[in-house]
């Protein structure tokens, strides 16, 4: 009985060594798809769960004070910027200690994009100034961001919506609405889209309770507080 040549053994495990590569392959290939499926889906489920926890707490927002002008003594109920949103409204029950929170929304630069952040701090005892001890650190709505900005709509003096802008003005009353523009970076996997956001408070209402000097309930003792746009930064 004739045996196999060396020639034909050789052959043999080379044919059979590219068969386990390409097999391999195959195995890494479903692999790599199977764990980018599980990252988009994470990453999509984040992206829901952002959206629908800040769409909740900015329509929620509340006509307390978290501020006062040291000259003019006027509240200060709502900051706006491009980069920055403050104002108090309830947290949900899960997260909440009792009483009103001053929420803040920021986008902050990162060496892999901005980041989308939200803290938050009781109102009782708040001050801009400095950061209380018991105050949560920050937490990462979203990364990953390539660009973005908080936009703002007002009513005219003929109670016409006014266009958008990305700076708010009167800080002593609330907007009407507020937008939230994000353009994801590509390594994201997701976009996000443009959210705009109506507040169930009546920013009329806000600004004539406030002018007549109505007391809302936990409104903090504003001893030197100071205008948010000077303490912005400050945590």
């Known amino acids: 009985m004739r045996g196999f040549t060396l020639v034909e053994v050789m052959l043999a495990i080379v044919l059979l060594g590219m068969l386990l590569a390409l097999a391999y392959s195959g195995i890494r290939s479903a692999v790599r798809s199977m764990h980018a499926g599980e990252e988009l889906v994470d990453r999509t489920n984040r992206m829901r769960v952002a959206q629908e926890f800040v769409r909740r707490q900015i329509s929620r927002i509340l006509p307390l004070p978290f501020g006062q002008d040291e000259n003019t003594g006027m509240n200060y109920l709502f900051q706006g910027e491009r980069d920055l949103v403050r104002y108090v409204a309830p947290m949900p029950g899960y997260l909440s200690r009792g009483g009103s929170y001053v929420q803040t929304l920021e986008l902050v630069d990162t060496r892999a994009g901005k980041q989308l952040l939200f803290g938050h701090s009781m109102l009782n005892g708040f001050d801009l100034k400095k950061r209380r001890v018991d105050e949560a650190e920050p937490v990462i709505l979203m990364d990953q961001i390539e660009s973005g900005v908080f936009e703002y709509r007002k009513l005219d003096a003929e109670g016409k919506l006014e266009d958008w802008s990305d700076e708010w003005e009167d800080p002593s009353i609330t907007p ?25 408070l009546d920013p009329g209402a806000a600004r004539q309770s406030m002018r007549e000097g109505v007391q809302f309930p936990n409104m903090p003792a504003q001893d030197g507080a100071k205008d948010p746009g000077g303490a912005r930064r400050t945590r």
């Open 176 to 200: 009407v609405m507020v937008r939230i523009r994000l353009r994801m970076r590509p390594e994201a996997l997701v976009d996000w889209p443009d959210m705009e956001i109506p507040l169930l």
